[in-house]
């Protein structure tokens, strides 16, 4: 049986949370991912009360003991949805939980290290759509600038969470004015499928009741009925045209710069970045491209481990 990578290979450990899921990965300092995952996503302001600080301490041990199964990391590079900067008590249990020092671990924004996926410093902008969206462009001296990424409740327009607002708001709007429409949508038909049931009780409940990265998830239910329904086409549309804004912001502050569009709700349907280009200038470059920011964590992580 193949021995599990450990310590002495200098492996890095890569972690991407998320809203919506929680992915990580092994590298070793060459570059390559000799282990990869995913758990329940998790967001740094779970910190704010005493039950989603034992959600995430509860998620943490999860995800380290099956990266411990796989392979033992020296040093770790994590970025975290909603991280403002306090990271030491996060620090503290990821580094309890795989047997290192708290100098080992470093945290940061989520769109920091899916940045330097796409770019080096200095590089192009990068939009991101998760569960929410943000504009980000980290310039030469490694300053971060971003666009947008100011929450769900505010804003993150084009985001999975913005999409399924959009089609809830239009759904029960609709029911406003004409009780029982919802039967000939077929976004109203896949979307309550999603929450359980046509009345409002089952909408109430899930948008209230949900974390956000789990309402983000109806967001698949509006790109599932976008080439049968001109409303769901038309919300995807209009996230496209919002995710191009973020692009123009940083466009007008910093000059013309490639621009990437990246994250899982972006590659919903291509809708999203069909209205996205055609939002842009023509002299704009735009590419679409699948993120993977825990594998450029791990890399970035065993870069930084002392040789064994």
């Not at 999409?163 to 004015?177: F, K, S």
């Amino acid at each position: 049986m193949p021995r599990a990578p450990d310590v002495a290979e200098g492996l890095g450990l890569g972690i991407d949370a998320g809203g919506t899921r929680t992915r990580w990965a092994l590298a070793t300092p060459a570059g390559r991912i000799v282990a990869e995952g995913e758990a329940a996503g998790l967001s740094a302001l779970q910190m704010a009360g005493a039950e989603g600080r034992q959600a995430v301490r509860e998620a943490f041990a999860g995800l380290c003991a099956a990266v411990l199964a796989a392979g033992r990391p020296r040093r770790v590079r994590a970025g975290l949805t909603g991280f403002g900067g306090d990271g030491a008590q996060l620090g503290r249990w990821l580094a309890g939980a795989l047997g290192l020092g708290e100098d080992a671990v470093r945290l940061c924004p989520d769109i920091e290290i899916a940045y330097l996926d796409s770019f080096a410093p200095g590089g192009g902008y990068l939009v991101y759509a998760g569960t929410g969206s943000i504009g980000a462009w980290i310039d030469a001296g490694g300053v971060f600038h971003r666009a947008g990424g100011r929450g769900v409740t505010l804003d993150d327009g084009g985001g999975g969470f913005w999409i399924a607002r959009e089609a809830m708001r239009q759904i029960w709007r609709r029911e406003d004015e004409c009780p029982g429409a919802w039967s000939d949508s077929a976004l109203a038909a896949a979307v309550f499928a999603r929450v359980g049931g046509s009345d409002w009780a089952h909408s109430r409940d899930f948008i209230y009741g949900q974390q956000r990265g789990a309402i983000g998830m109806l967001a698949l239910a509006v790109a599932a009925a976008a080439d049968s329904d001109p409303a769901a086409h038309a919300i995807l549309c209009q996230a496209g045209e919002e995710l191009a804004r973020l692009a123009l912001a940083l466009t007008a502050r910093y000059g013309a710069r490639p621009v990437v569009l990246a994250g899982r709700a972006s590659a919903l349907h291509p809708a999203i970045a069909q209205a996205m280009r055609a939002a842009l200038p023509a002299s704009v470059g735009l590419e679409h491209r699948v993120a993977r920011p825990h594998h450029a964590a791990a890399r970035l992580a065993a870069l930084e481990a002392p040789d064994g």
